[in-house]
Each structure stands twice: as C-alpha cells, then as structure tokens.
C-alpha cells in the first residue's frame, strides 16, 4: 500500500493536474438540486466544505471567495500543488481556506463535520483502500443534513476506453519520466489508428478517443490513460459500496441524464413502466443505454433516503432563482403560437410555440447571466405580451421544468447579481483583479473564475486589463495603460505575424480593449 501511495503522490508532484473549478461541484449548484428533488441542506453561505483531492485548490478556492462567511479544508496528497495553493490564497488574501498535505488513508477524527463534502476525480484513481478511506471520511465526518459529491468513472462506456489505456499502457511501460511516457501512448495511438482493421471493435474505439488523446492538456492524458489506477464501476456497484458507510442515493449534479422522458419516447415509456418507481434501477438502465462512461453522483445520509422526491414539483421549482441564455434562433421572438427555437446551440436549445415560454427565454436572455425569480419572471412576462392569460403561471412553470430536466442554463436558492449600470465604467470583483494581477506576476496557470464558478482562461491582454477594472478606469485610461505594456514589452500586436508600427498600434489596443470589454458579460465577470 505504502509504494502506491508514494507512486500516486510522485506522478502529481511530477505532473501536477491543472487545477480548475467544476460547476457541477459548487455547493450553490449542490443545495438548488438537492432542494428540486425535495432535500433540504445546509445553506452554503455559511457552510463548511471539504474537498478530498483539492489540487491546488483551484476548485475550492472561487467557492470561498464568493462566501466569505464560509469556510473549507482542502487535503491533497501532494505537497507541489498545496504549496502552490497556499501561494495563491495569500495573494487572493482568503482568510476562511486551508489547504493541508495529507494521505487520506490516514486521516484521523480530528476534522469535525462538513456541510458539503467534495471528490472530484479521485474516487476511480486510487487503489482500493483509498476508495475505502474516502467514503469513511463521509461516513464520519459528513454532517447529518449535509452532501457529499463523488464523481468517478463508469462502466459501460469505460470498457472500450480500457482497451485504449491497456494499449497505451503496454506501449509506454518502463518510461518513467512523465513526458517520455505520454509520447510512446501517443505513438501507440497514432500506430492503432493507421494498423487497426476497418470497422473493427479497436477501430471504432480508436477513432472515437484519438482526437482526445493527441489534442487533451498533455496531465489530463498522463492521469486519465497512465495512471497505475484508474477503476470504473457500474453505477449500482457504486451505491453498493455507499450504503456500506451508511450513505444514499440523493441526485446526480447533471440532474438531465436522471430523467427517461429526455430520451425518444419509444426508449422512455418501457423504462418508465417498468422502472419508473425505482430512480436507481432505472438510471442503471440509462446508463447502459447511453453506454455512460462518467458520473457526479450527490449522496446524503442513508437515513435521509426516503426524503427525495424524484417528480419536479411547481412548489419546489417556484422558489429557485434562474438564469439561462436563450436568443431566438428563428430571428426576432415572436409572441404568437408559431413554433420558434430559442438556444446557443441545437443540442441546448428549446422548441416554444407558447407566447408566455418565449417571453420568458427573453426575459431570462435580457438579465443573462444574473437570476431571475419566478415573480420577477412573470412581470417580465407581462411587460413582453400585456395582460397574461389565467394559465400564464402554469405555462411558466412547466418551462422551467423544461430548463431543469434538460439542463439548460442555471437555478440557483439564492440570486445570483451580475450588472452593470449604464453609462459606468466597467468593474469586475475585488478578487477578480487580484487573481488576474497575481498570474501575471507568478507565471502561475492562466485562469480565473466566474460567478458561476466556472473556468475563464486569461490572455496576455486580459492579464493587463483585469486588474485595472476597478470602475474608476475609463477607456482612455486602459488604453493608456496597455501601451505602457507595449513599451515594457509584457504585450505586443501583431498583424499577419509583423508587429503593428506606432501609427496602428493606438487603433488597434483600442480595438482590442472594445473587444474584451464586450466579451466580460458573457465570461460572466461584471459586477
């Protein structure tokens, strides 16, 4: 056990993962779903967090920014990526975060309780006794009303990947440096896809994961394909291994792909008739289906089960907060019943033919990405079309139970605000402008987060505009100041590869600067 734990710990000190947040982890997002399926928990305002393999603490730290009356512990088994956590939680001044350097296998009863506890990416990439360990730390240490999040790989879908890690694994044994390593599995994959048969079984699984392999952050590849554990489970098998630390089935943190009626009606209605009492059974069922190869899976107290509720109620879904992107794809809405889309993209859009539906996806676009109540929804609603008809608030209920159970855009149990006032300078969060300023100082990695605690990747640009944001900076000034990192030569523009001569460069950092200030409302950073 000893030499895998040391194996484990070496590979993330050599090749730290790049440490991000994941949405489908916030506590915000974790309270709003379990409160849809009639769970209440613990308000993650003030909540107190763990997360087991925090990284460099990339995912907790946006969550403690964004609640300072909260409070999270952080354990990762590598001392790299704490250390560089610790550095940029003194630059970002967070006082309610810890991160510590601990083997989780030996974690002792000191932690106490925690509202919410997180496990990202680790439940399948450890050997077994750590599997044990982590859902003993849940079992103890998770407070009576609190969530664990666990998310983990699964089978089916992870058998034919199998066969790609199997290959690349056997191609790259004996290569211990981490990149030597990565380039002879790559070199196996580029071999099997010229090699393979066409329209065998390692064909088709070649084709599907190649461009994943060859294109990915080269430490996703390293930890997803060559890593000396990586597990899946069958979804059932995981909540077996659940229930024997005395925890349940509450939710997925993708509460769409828990739901048949997502599927064609021809696949949905057997399912439903069969399994449609038992939500475990029939996700199992969907998984084989849909050939699964990836969960988040929420479990709760096993006392707590018969308190979920797996039907969407109004009385629930009226008291969430919504934000959602949906343009009309069909041109301009109209409030008549002739069918229009309204969506970024096909695979999230919705089809409305209700007047009431489409001025609510255009008073949902209007305030993106801040919430909307469902009060303020229907007065929206009523300023769009005039006098709403008696069924208005139905019709508005039943598109939002269209939102939750497809997944498209965000609910929240408190507001959530992003606006700017007309005519002000733009502003983004104090912590925003600290984070931009210390990346671009340290060299650290180049993202920041949102308020919907999402990833936002950062340029050279970005790195010297962000910190300035302060709304007391106008357009002049920002100008102004990226000529002077022209001059120190921290940025430079560029056209066709030839740097801009002094009678361009001014046109063009002001074009750059309209850009990116145009582009701050949907990488949801005003304030």
């Known amino acids: 056990m000893a030499v895998d734990i040391q194996s484990l710990q070496r590979a993330y000190d050599q090749s730290p993962y790049q440490s991000l947040p994941f949405p489908q982890s916030a506590p915000e997002r974790i309270a709003a779903i379990a409160h849809v399926f009639g769970v209440s928990t613990p308000d993650p305002s003030t909540a107190r967090v763990l997360e087991l393999g925090c990284a460099s603490g990339g995912n907790l730290i946006p969550f403690t920014a964004r609640n300072p009356r909260a409070s999270a512990l952080g354990i990762d088994l590598s001392g790299r990526q704490v250390a560089d956590g610790q550095a940029t939680i003194r630059a970002l001044a967070l006082a309610n975060i810890q991160l510590r350097q601990a083997d989780l296998s030996t974690l002792d009863e000191t932690l106490g309780t925690f509202d919410y506890i997180i ?92 461009s994943t392999i060859r294109d990915s952050n080269d430490d996703y590849v390293l930890h997803e394909f060559l890593e000396p554990n990586n597990l899946p489970c069958y979804f059932h098998d995981f909540l077996a291994h659940a229930s024997m630390h005395g925890l349940a089935y509450l939710a997925e943190a993708e509460p769409a792909i828990m739901f048949a009626t997502n599927l064609a009606r021809e696949i949905a209605e057997p399912l ?30 096993e006392d707590r089960n018969r308190q979920a509720r797996y039907r969407l109620a109004d009385d629930r879904l009226r008291t969430l907060h ?23 993209s096909v695979q999230h859009a919705a089809g409305l033919a209700s007047p009431i539906m489409k001025a609510a996806a255009v008073v949902l676009s209007e305030a993106w990405p801040a919430t909307v109540s469902v009060d303020a929804l229907m007065a929206g609603i009523e300023q769009k079309i005039g006098n709403c008809p008696p069924q208005a608030e139905q019709q508005l209920m039943q598109f939002l139970g269209v939102l939750v159970r497809r997944g498209i855009g965000f609910y929240r149990l408190q507001p959530v605000v992003a606006h700017r006032k007309a005519g002000t300078m733009p502003r983004v969060a104090d912590v925003t402008r600290r984070h931009a300023a210390w990346i671009a100082a340290s060299g650290a990695d180049a993202h920041i987060f949102n308020i919907w605690h999402e990833p936002v990747a950062l340029n050279a640009m970005s790195m010297e505009v962000l910190p300035l944001l302060d709304g007391q900076h106008d357009a002049d000034a920002l100008v102004a100041a990226l000529h002077v990192a022209v001059q120190r030569g921290r940025l430079g523009f560029s056209r066709h590869g030839i740097a801009l001569a002094d009678a361009e460069l001014a046109a063009e950092i002001r074009h750059q600067l309209e850009g990116f200030l145009a582009q701050l409302q949907d990488m949801k950073l005003l304030q």
């Open 119 to 210: 496990c990202h990416g680790v439940y399948s990439w450890v050997p077994a006794h750590v599997r044990d360990a982590l859902m003993r730390i849940c079992e103890r240490h998770l407070s009576p009303t609190g969530v664990a999040f666990v998310s983990y790989n699964t089978y089916p879908g992870w058998k034919a990947k199998e066969i790609v890690r199997d290959a690349m694994l056997f191609r790259s044994a004996g290569q211990d440096e981490p990149r030597a390593r990565l380039q002879s599995a790559r070199a196996m994959i580029d071999f099997l896809d010229s090699a393979a048969q066409p329209a065998s079984v390692l064909s088709r699984v070649i084709t599907e994961y190649s």
């Open 272 to 301: 439903l008739r069969d399994y449609g009492t038992d939500q475990r059974q029939l996700e199992q069922f969907m998984d084989f289906i849909s050939n699964r190869t990836f969960r988040q899976t929420l479990l709760f107290r």
């Open 322 to 344: 919504y934000a959602a992107d949906l343009p009309c794809m069909d041109g301009a809405a109209d409030y008549d019943a002739r069918p229009q889309r309204f969506g970024r």
